[in-house]
């Protein structure tokens, strides 16, 4: 039952399930050609994720005004 590859892209990422989930990670990443990747821990994606959403509300309610 091997698993078919997935190809992830400039800006895309991968492995955030199991950080969002507190599972396993599904998979091991394999570059195809030189890359760089930020790597973050489960606090710091958290933090992220509240900064977006509060810029997009922000950027929501200023048209609204």
């Given at each position: 039952?091997?698993?078919?590859?997935?190809?992830v892209?400039?800006?895309?990422?991968?492995?955030?399930?199991?950080?969002?989930?507190n599972?396993?990670?599904?998979?091991?990443?394999?570059?195809?050609?030189?890359?760089?990747c930020?790597?973050?821990?489960?606090k710091?994606m958290?933090?992220a994720?509240?900064?977006?959403?509060?810029?997009?509300?922000?950027?929501?309610?200023k048209?609204?005004?």
């Amino acid at each position: 039952s091997g698993k078919q590859p997935i190809t992830v892209g400039r800006t895309e990422m991968f492995g955030e399930s199991a950080l969002k989930d507190n599972g396993r990670r599904q998979g091991t990443a394999k570059c195809t050609e030189d890359a760089v990747c930020l790597v973050i821990g489960k606090k710091d994606m958290e933090k992220a994720r509240v900064q977006k959403d509060v810029f997009l509300a922000a950027t929501r309610n200023k048209g609204s005004k």
